[in-house]
């Protein structure tokens, strides 16, 4: 299922834009001092509000009734050959039908959830003099403290957000040492636990979903094992709660440029999926990862699997939290679907391509003013007549 999903062109911001921060503006506006929301912060209706140019509203609102499919892994271990074949088929049907599910009794302990959220609350409870201690270096985004600019485009999302990368090598020691005179160490700690159970949960789901498409087991995983080099990133979102929520956005919508990503929320509802003309929340489960395919999985499967357009809307009343491990692909792993997925004397849907690759590809047509959420279309292969 390829899906077109071009977004309004923006101006793109050609610096850090410079402007209150999200914090001050939200007390400004709960106090009175101002009435609007100011200007860089409104989003247009079509990726603010929820339904996108819809035809038949009654129908766009029942899609907003569904909700994605949720894989239970509590038999898995110990299990038989029949459970693991049935919960492999679970998984790639949610894939392809929804790009995403949910997955609940997995190995994670939660005291390792608990504790990362811990460590993130810590983090964006501190005053914002402090938490820019940290703040993204120019040139590398998302990596570090963010909260005053998009690199994206000119409209301000209404997000904090810090990340760094847990491997090839981990950057959260140097990090934490911005922040924390003599680092944190229980910080550090919390983070890279989350992480490290936040791959093997990726690890497995990549062996069931390579199991459930009838491929060798280790056909994708081999690829994303530390051994191998692949890159993982963690970031933590904090939605600051927003006077005006209809205007805005906490997360524009966007399709993830990786293999997989896993999320855990708290439970405060914001995530939205893509579906059909309206944008369906995925509700918080307690306990529960949200996983969804990330464009070079698409490819990777040869388009069996859709990278699908997501958000974060904000709300008025509380706060809200997501932490998230994102796993890619080696930086120089050329990505092609297996010939299995082909078929024989058939192309791939996709030229094989690099992360490296990808990312130059990404950032430099965002620059060039395209800011559709489907970069993975620049690499389909080009249709030759016959
Ligand atoms: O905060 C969320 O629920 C969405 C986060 C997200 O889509 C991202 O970090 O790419």
Redesign the pocket.
Known sequence: MATSCTLPTFQLASANYVSDHIRTVGAQLRGGQIDSLPERFVWPTEVAENLKGAKDETIAKEEQKLSIPVVDLAELDGGSVEVRARIAKEMCEACEEWGFFQVINTAVPPEIVDDVYASAREFFALPVEEMEKAKEPPGKPLQGYGGRHSFLSANVPW?E?LGEYHTPQSGVEDLAKQVWEGGNPKFCKSVSDFCDSAEQLGLLILELLAEGLYLPRDTYSRHMRKSANYVGQW?F?Y?NPCPRPSQTV??PP?C?PDVL?I?T?DQVP??QVKRGHSWVT?EPLPGAF?V?VGDFLQAWSNDRFPSVE???IVNEKTD???I?Y?MAPPNILSIEAPAKLVGENQLSVFEPFTFAEYIATLFNDRRNGDVSTKILNYMRRKKVDA
């Open positions: 997000i957000y970031r979102n939605y906490g997360k966007h993830d990503t999320l929320q914001g995530l995925i949200v969804n997501h958000r974060a809200r939290l997501s998230v994102f």
